[in-house]
Structures are given as structure tokens and as C-alpha cells.
């Protein structure tokens, strides 16, 4: 258990005695870090919530945007140190909570997308082989835990990322983000008004995994004892989740609940604490009436414990009934633990006895910090760091290497052990820039993506999570549809660290900036801190989930080349800024330099050129131009659909800086000659043409799109060491 | 006439209304049957869809078994109406016995979600009659256990009797002989690993499928 000396006296103030062991539970768990957010709800609430689109902002289960006339839920989560210690289960039990935070706002989860961050494979040669091994591992392991349990519920997985650094060998990233949607007034906040109302719990019993969770794992950091920590990590049962899922929203279009609450971090103790807080009410819960696993369980056990696949709902005491029968049909356990009061008090009883009493308001009033935050010393030193005067002997080679790279190759190899076409809705597919959905009962469509440059805000924080923003606006962009909104994870290590606690400053205020630039509210987020090994605090890594609507009759293009003879233009002009890009890291060896300028309004302006030429539809194909450079984004557009092309040199610069620079704002683009005036103004040059079966890089490079194509989907799958099917 | 077409609901599937979409996009009248239910009278057709029935535990399909739906559906199978099973419907099949054979675990120990082309063996059953022997159909599949196998004798039985629909172009999963669909002896009930449900509208996976639903709800088996 994880209080201060000060947070137990202000507890004692609060209930003017000393708390019991129980009590003292619920607070630590629900004044830890995960819940609480005490270190960073002072920075958050400067972030801009509103915007023409934004049906509930930050502070619910999920954000919820209108598109049309129906609602769209948007949540993103992590479950980043339960990854750590069980890949598997850690990974599955992060989409069970994800897809629960969803359906509590009374939406139909309808796609998951996964950013995942690992440390170097072992092909790799960055870490030691152990090292690499383990982290092979952990993907192997988190990729599998996806795919069992999001196949299983029937959603379909349909992006994220597979990115690597040395610095997530000791603590990897996974995160979730799912989206549901509902008919407007469907949408709910999960509250327990009404004194009298009864309280259910759904779904499976409860038992003695996952205690403490919260606090023992998402609020600390990691030492060489991190396998002890195992009975924190919970274990998933998809089926359960199913058939939660389908009779929670039963239950809502019968009308039957009046609020709905996920138990995940912190238990039934947060569940039932923030009901009654929202609604102002209290409530009062037996014990003796929870289904459990295993007999003895304490009190403490019983609130706290995160065993997954439970949902709290509030129910009339007339319709206690009909959701009952509901539950029945579907083969899930419920029982009516509990009731609404009027007292504002949480009390709990076993065997007759109160064992906590404790304001139901006070367990989510947790304590505020404002921690101090210094500039790290070595920011300006690997700034002014050179990755530019070392060009590669030859150029051929050096691309063959870079798209190897497996945060450059293909990683079909883990998107088709996803199911990423159930429910019928996946217009774009895994793979490009960002995924496009079909809503139910709505007529335009959703992109989706999620980003993050972790290496751009590990040099420049506050820049780097601009960039972050930036590229997944362009990304949604990129299918013709207009971003409208966001959500994100801001993923660092201990706050504790002043370090630490500067970069994150410096991101949560750039992405709001950006974000009031770029026209896309925050809708929610979630804080991962502590996500370090030792001393060795991970990249700043601020994960953005951003959703933007497609309008109807405007049909997003492919990445690829589809037409022989179109004219190759680059959208946006190349600078030579090597700075923290890939090519640096995969053939330099070095995460260092002044990353890429970035001016917002060139994107907006720039993206909003690129929405017109698709909606006007003379875009054969587009692309945004990021990580690993103009070199990578034509490899892209070659191989997706097998044409070569002939590309002219611009002679501006040098050539491995024209090529791999990760100049900010740009996108590569095929159409017929006859159209290049109709995409109106705007800074681009012409490359070349698409033709042949190479690619053509005038005096540079030549690579038979073959050979492009047999590094670019084979080098995952060999790195995880599979032969390529 | 529309075609009335029972889709069956277990706990834990999630391919049902995938399918309902799909046969309404083909003009059909499709209507969920929860699996409790044991009334298939006045449907022409009946699919089981894919998905987790009871979460796979135990074996696939080997729960779903044992549901009351289940003797409504041999009933219904006995006096030649349609039934297919995909996906986990066809590991259900196999596992309430109304097609021969089981389904294990792919070959490269690895879910796997992506188009296949499935070459059509024979066009004399209800679900490929509108197609021609030897067209290539691209179908996605999505499983982990699509693996099919059978005894020798039984094998040389579905190929003597010409009863095997589908076989995979380039073999996914390592099944047997690169089954991919068979039907029963009575040819009136198929059993498919591939999707055809998300290959019927064109925005979302392409309209290979069609066939075998067009087929099924073009009449009755004469």
C-alpha cells in the first residue's frame, strides 16, 4: 500500500478517527497514482475539451463526439506494467477494461486499435541477446493475448502501431483504444441516482487476483523482483466479457439500467464510490452477496480486487426482475449487492457488520500535487549532436536496411492474427495510414489512427508531442477525412523524477496547443506513470488516438501506385532534418539531433489541399510522409500495389537528407498529369512517374519492387523468427 | 418469394449479424433464432455463424453441440433443408455430427485473418450450384483452428462421393487435402471455414461470396 504520512492524516481528517484496514484500503487504491491523477489533473485541465462535435468531454468512462446523428464513444487506455509481467493475460485483461470503459457510457464497442512499444528484436543487435529475446517474447506473447481475447468478443481490431526502442526493453507499452457507438440518447453517465435503487453485480465472481493493481503495479516502478508481481496481473475470460457485453446493452435499450459502471482498476470500491459520488448520493453494499471464487475472502480482498469481466448496474427496484432475466438468458452470474442511499456515505457490511463507512465523494477527492520539473541536462547535448554528415556508401542498400527495420516493415505478420473485419464496417484495413469505418445508422464514416513519435519527444518534449498530434492529423487526413477530435495516453516514468515531470509539462501543454491549432478536442485520456526499470525512465511517449469523419461520397484513396504513367508529387517541401528520425536510429545508431520544425498552420493548410483533390477525386493514391522518409513513403506506394516508378532527384540537398529526412507536413501523391493544376495551391514538386516494375531513383538507386517488396513483408516475421510464409 | 433464413445465436458467437447483413443485401429475410429455441418451422434455410460459442472452452464447437437448437437443426437437416455452418458453425457441425471430421488447430500455431482463394470443387450441392467447377473464389478466413481433418476412409469417402465444396488455392492451415468446405451426405449441409458473409457487400471485402449464398436461396434442393 502506497499512502504518504500526509494523505493518512488527511484521511484521519476526513473521517475523524483512524481508518480501518479495509478502509485504508479503499484509499490507497483509490489515491493511487492510476486513479487519482494527482500528479497530473493540474496540467490536464488546461487541455481544450470543447468543440462543435464533443457530446461529453474528459471525465467519463469515455469521451463521446457526434458524427451525423449518432454518438461515437473513443477511449484509450494502457495496461502497460500487467504486459510487462504476464504478455498474454496483461494484454488481453487491457481490452476487457477498454471495451467495459465503452459500454458503461451505454455504447456498442464496434473497433479496437492496439500502439504497442517494445524494446529491439534480436535481429536486431541493438541489446543484449537476453534482452532482445525476452522482448521477442513479450511480443509474441502481448500480439496473442490480443488476438485471443478481441477475437473472441467479436470486435474487430483494425490499426495501432509495433514501434521499438532500447528504452522499452524494461518496461513496455500497450495500450488500448476502442470505439463504440450509440444513438444519441443512449448516452450515458454511469451514476447511481435515485436512493432505493438497487445495485447489481455482473459477470464473474470475484476473487483474490488482481489486488491492489492499481497501486502495487500501475503506480510504481519496476525492480529486479518484478515476477513477484504476477498475482497482481489479472486473468481475461473473453467468453464472460460477451456475454457482459451483450447483456449490458439488453439491458440499457429495455431501459432498465439508470446507470452502468465498469469495476476495473480499484474494484468494486471505485465502482461504487463514483456512482454515488456523481449522482450525490451513497450507497450501501453487503459483502455476503458478491459471488466469490474462493471462500475467507477479507473485506479489503473483496473491494479491491480487479478480477476482470464484472459491470456495476443501478436498477429501479420494479426492474429488478427483467434485468435478472436478462442475465439469465445470457449465462451470467448477478446479484443484488447493494442499494442507493441518500446519506452521501459509502457502507460496506459483512456478516452483519459494517466493516467501512466511509464519503463516498472522498475516495475519488484525491490528493493534488504539483510536482517540480526540471529541464534534463542532456536535452541539449544530444540536440547538437550531428546525424547529418554521415552518408551511406550506398544508398540501394542503406534502404533495403532501413525498411527491414521492423519499426519500418510490414507488420501484417501481426495484424492478421487480429480479426479486423467482424461486424462488417472495415472499409480501410490494417496496414495504411489509418483505418476507416463504417457507422451504424450513420452515413458518413470514421478514420481512425492512433500516433506517437516517442523519439521526437524524448530530444524535444514539447515539440516532439506537437509532431505527435501533427502526424496523426495527417494521417487521417491522408483518407480524405477531417479530423475532429482526440483522445490519448500520455505514457513516462516516475513523476516523481523532476525529469520526468518536465517532460510531461512540456507534452501535455504542446498537444494542447496543437490540438486547439488543429481543431481536435481532447475527449479524455489516460496518464500511465512510472513506466521505468530502475533508473531508466522510458521515452516520453504521449499516445494520440485521434478520430475524424469521412463524408459521405468522398471515397478515401489507397497508399500505393495504382496507374502506370501517373505523375509522383511530393505535397510540401523536403528540409534536410535527419534529427531524430529512423534513419538515424537504424543506420547511424544514434537517437540524436534537432528533430523537425513543424508549423501547424502549414498543415492544416497543406491537409486541407490533399481533403479537396480526394473529395474532388483526382487522387490515384496518398500517403503521409513520415518516419523513415520520402525513401520509405515511395517503397510504400511501390509495394502495395507492385509498380515501380522513375523519380528525378531534387538536388536541394543531399541525397540521403532529401530521402530520409522526416520533414514535417507532407504526403506523396499519384494522379494524371492533366490534373496536377486542379490541386490547387500549394508548395509541391513533381517526382517522377509511375512505370515499370523498379524503383528508379535517378542516379541514386535501383531496386526491382520484388526485391522491395520481399524485405518490406518478409523482415517482421523474420525478426519475431518465422520463416516468411 | 423471400427467403426465410434462421441465423442461429449461441453465447459467444459473433458472426450472426454479419451474416443477417449479408443476406439482406442478397434480398433474403434473415431472423436470429437464439439458440434455446428449438422452432425452425417456415424457414427455408438455416446458418450457423461463426464466432466463440460458449468461448471455445472445452473444444470448439463441442459445447454448441449439446443446445436445444441443435436437434431442431438435424430435424431440419433430415428433410433436406440448407444448413450451412461457418467457421465455428462447421466446427459446431462436426461436433453435433452433422458433418463428418474435426477442426484443429492451424498448422503454423497462429490465428490467422486474411483473403484466400478457395477453388470450387464441385457445383452439384445448393451452395455452389450457381457457379462453375473450378472458379476461384477470394474469401476471407479468420481462425485459429481451421485445420480440418478426417480418417483415411472417410476422406476417400468425401472424395468418391464428390462431397468436398472448397478446397484452399495455397493451403493456410494445413488442412487435409486443402479442405476447405465439405457438405453431408444428403449434400444439403456445408461446412466452410472461409467467410463468405464478409465477401458479399462490395465496400468491405470484395463479392466472391455472393455465390453461395445466391445459390442456397435460389430454391430448394431438387
Not at chain 1, 464496434?110 to 500502439?115: K, N
Not at chain 1, 523537425?596 to 498552420?601: K, Q, R, S
Amino acid at each position: 500500500m502506497t499512502l504518504t504520512a500526509d494523505e493518512f492524516e488527511r484521511i484521519k481528517v476526513i473521517l475523524g478517527r483512524e481508518p480501518n484496514e479495509a478502509e485504508l484500503a479503499m484509499y490507497s487504491v483509490m489515491w493511487s497514482e492510476h486513479c487519482s491523477y494527482k500528479s497530473s489533473r493540474i496540467h490536464l485541465k488546461n487541455l481544450p475539451s470543447h468543440g462543435p462535435h464533443v457530446l461529453v468531454g474528459p471525465g467519463e468512462g469515455a469521451g463521446v463526439i457526434r458524427v451525423d446523428d449518432i454518438a461515437v464513444a473513443i477511449r484509450l487506455e494502457s495496461h502497460n506494467h500487467p504486459s510487462f509481467v504476464e504478455p498474454v493475460q496483461g494484454a488481453a485483461t487491457g481490452i476487457g477494461g477498454v471495451v467495459r470503459d465503452v459500454l458503461s457510457m451505454g455504447a456498442r464497442p464496434i473497433a479496437l486499435l492496439d500502439p504497442l512499444r517494445f524494446g529491439p528484436l534480436p535481429t536486431e543487435g541493438r541489446v543484449e541477446p537476453e534482452v532482445a529475446e525476452r522482448n521477442r517474447f513479450l511480443v509474441e506473447g502481448v500480439v496473442s493475448g490480443i488476438s485471443s481475447y478481441g477475437n473472441c468478443l467479436g470486435i474487430p481490431t483494425v490499426g495501432g502501431e509495433v514501434t521499438f526502442e532500447d528504452c522499452y526493453s524494461g518496461n513496455p507499452l500497450v495500450n488500448v483504444m476502442c470505439i463504440g457507438v450509440a444513438s444519441i440518447d443512449a448516452i450515458r453517465s454511469a451514476t447511481a441516482e435515485g436512493p432505493g435503487n438497487k445495485v447489481l453485480l455482473l459477470g464473474s465472481k470475484t476473487g483474490r487476483d488482481g489486488i491492489g493493481g492499481v497501486s502495487v503495479l500501475a503506480s510504481a516502478t519496476f525492480d529486479e523482483a518484478a515476477a513477484d508481481k504476477r498475482p497482481s496481473v489479472q486473468v481475461g475470460d473473453p467468453f464472460t466479457e460477451k456475454l457482459l457485453i451483450e447483456a449490458c446493452l439488453e439491458m440499457m435499450q429495455a431501459g432498465l439500467a439508470v446507470g452502468v459502471q465498469d469495476l476495473g482498476g480499484a474494484g468494486l470500491c471505485c465502482a461504487t464510490s463514483e456512482t454515488a459520488a456523481k449522482a450525490s448520493t451513497g450507497m450501501n453494499i453487503d459483502l455476503d452477496q458478491v459471488p466469490r471464487r474462493e471462500p475467507n475472502m477479507q473485506p479489503f480482498e473483496l473491494l479491491t480486487s480487479e478480477s476482470q469481466e464484472r459491470m456495476l448496474v443501478i436498477v429501479a427496484p420494479a426492474n429488478v426482475g427483467a434485468a435478472l432475466a436478462i442475465c439469465e438468458k445470457w449465462e451470467l452470474n448477478a446479484s443484488v449487492i447493494g442499494e442507493v442511499t441518500d446519506t452521501g456515505q459509502l457502507v460496506v457490511t459483512q456478516n452483519g457488520m459494517v466493516v467501512a463507512d466511509v464519503p463516498a465523494a472522498s475516495l475519488g477527492d484525491g490528493p493534488l500535487y504539483d510536482r517540480p520539473a526540471t529541464k534534463p541536462a542532456w536535452i541539449d547535448v544530444l540536440q547538437d549532436e550531428d546525424v547529418t554528415s554521415h552518408p551511406p556508401t550506398e544508398m540501394g542498400k542503406a534502404l533495403l536496411e532501413l525498411i527491414s527495420s521492423p519499426n519500418i516493415a510490414s507488420k501484417h505478420w501481426v495484424w492478421e492474427q487480429y480479426d479486423h473485419q467482424v461486424m462488417l464496417g472495415t472499409v480501410v484495413k490494417p496496414g495504411v495510414d489509418a483505418a476507416v469505418l463504417r457507422l451504424p445508422g450513420a452515413k458518413s464514416r470514421l478514420a481512425v489512427t492512433t500516433d506517437a513519435n516517442a523519439r521526437f519527444c524524448f530530444l524535444d518534449p514539447y515539440l516532439g508531442a506537437k509532431h505527435c498530434v501533427a502526424e496523426a492529423y495527417r494521417n487521417i487526413s491522408a483518407l480524405g477525412a477531417t479530423p475532429v477530435a482526440i483522445t490519448n495516453c500520455l505514457n513516462f516514468g516516475s513523476p516523481e523524477r523532476e525529469e520526468v515531470m518536465w517532460q510531461f509539462i512540456e507534452a501535455v501543454k504542446a498537444i494542447g496547443e496543437a490540438c486547439l491549432v488543429l481543431g481536435t478536442p481532447v475527449t479524455g485520456g489516460n496518464v500511465s506513470f512510472y513506466n521505468e526499470t530502475g533508473t531508466t525512465a522510458i521515452y516520453p511517449t504521449p499516445v494520440i488516438g485521434m478520430v475524424g469523419v469521412l463524408a459521405e461520397g468522398i471515397e478515401p484513396r489507397p497508399m500505393g501506385f495504382m496507374n502506370e504513367g501517373d505523375v509522383v508529387v511530393c505535397i510540401g517541401h523536403t528540409e534536410a532534418e535527419l534529427g531524430g528520425s529512423e534513419y538515424a536510429r537504424t543506420l547511424l545508431g544514434k537517437v540524436a539531433g534537432r528533430i523537425p520544425a513543424l508549423d501547424l498552420g502549414l498543415e492544416v493548410a497543406r491537409a486541407d489541399v490533399v481533403r479537396a483533390a480526394i473529395a474532388k477525386g483526382i487522387l490515384s493514391s496518398c500517403h503521409d510522409i513520415s518516419e523513415g522518409g520520402l525513401a520509405v513513403a515511395l517503397v510504400e506506394a511501390c509495394v502495395f500495389a507492385g509498380k515501380g516508378a522513375t523519380i528525378h532527384p531534387e538536388n536541394h540537398l543531399a541525397a540521403h537528407e532529401w530521402l530520409f529526412s522526416e520533414t514535417a507536413s507532407r504526403y506523396l501523391v499519384s494522379l494524371k498529369e492533366k490534373d496536377l493544376d486542379a490541386l490547387g495551391e500549394v508548395e509541391m514538386t513533381v517526382l517522377g512517374k509511375v512505370e515499370g516494375d523498379t524503383l528508379v531513383i535517378e542516379g541514386i538507386l535501383e531496386v526491382t519492387v520484388d526485391e522491395l517488396a520481399g524485405c518490406y513483408r518478409d523482415a517482421f516475421a523474420k525478426a519475431m523468427g518465422y520463416h516468411a510464409r | 418469394m423471400t427467403k426465410r433464413v434462421a441465423v442461429i445465436v449461441f453465447p459467444g458467437s459473433n458472426c450472426e449479424q454479419d451474416a443477417v447483413l449479408a443476406l439482406r443485401y442478397l434480398g433474403a429475410d434473415p431472423h436470429y433464432v437464439f439458440h434455446r429455441d428449438t422452432n425452425l418451422a417456415g424457414f427455408d434455410a438455416v446458418v450457423v455463424p461463426g464466432g466463440f460459442s460458449y468461448g471455445d472452452y472445452l473444444r470448439t464447437g463441442a459445447i454448441a453441440a449439446f443446445s436445444p437448437v441443435m436437434e431442431s437443426i438435424r430435424d431440419f437437416a433430415v428433410t433436406g433443408g440448407p444448413v450451412v455452418g461457418i467457421c465455428n458453425g462447421f466446427q459446431i457441425l462436426c461436433e453435433a455430427g452433422l458433418l463428418p471430421g474435426a477442426l484443429r488447430r492451424n498448422a503454423g500455431l497462429k490465428f490467422r485473418c486474411l483473403p484466400v482463394d478457395i477453388r470450387v470443387e464441385t457445383n452439384e450441392t445448393p451452395f455452389t450450384r450457381m457457379s462453375v467447377q473450378g472458379d476461384v473464389l477470394e474469401v476471407p478466413i479468420n481462425h485459429f483452428e481451421g485445420n480440418y481433418y478426417c480418417d483415411k476412409g472417410t476422406l476417400q469417402q468425401l472424395e468418391d462421393e464428390d462431397r468436398i465444396v472448397f478446397r484452399y488455392v495455397n493451403n493456410p492451415n494445413g488442412a487435409l487435402a486443402d479442405i476447405a468446405g465439405i457438405v453431408s451426405a444428403g449434400r444439403n449441409v456445408l461446412g466452410m471455414m472461409p467467410h463468405p458473409e464478409r465477401a458479399v457487400d462490395p465496400a468491405v471485402g470484395g463479392t466472391d461470396g455472393q455465390v453461395i449464398f445466391s445459390s442456397m436461396l435460389a430454391g430448394s434442393l431438387a
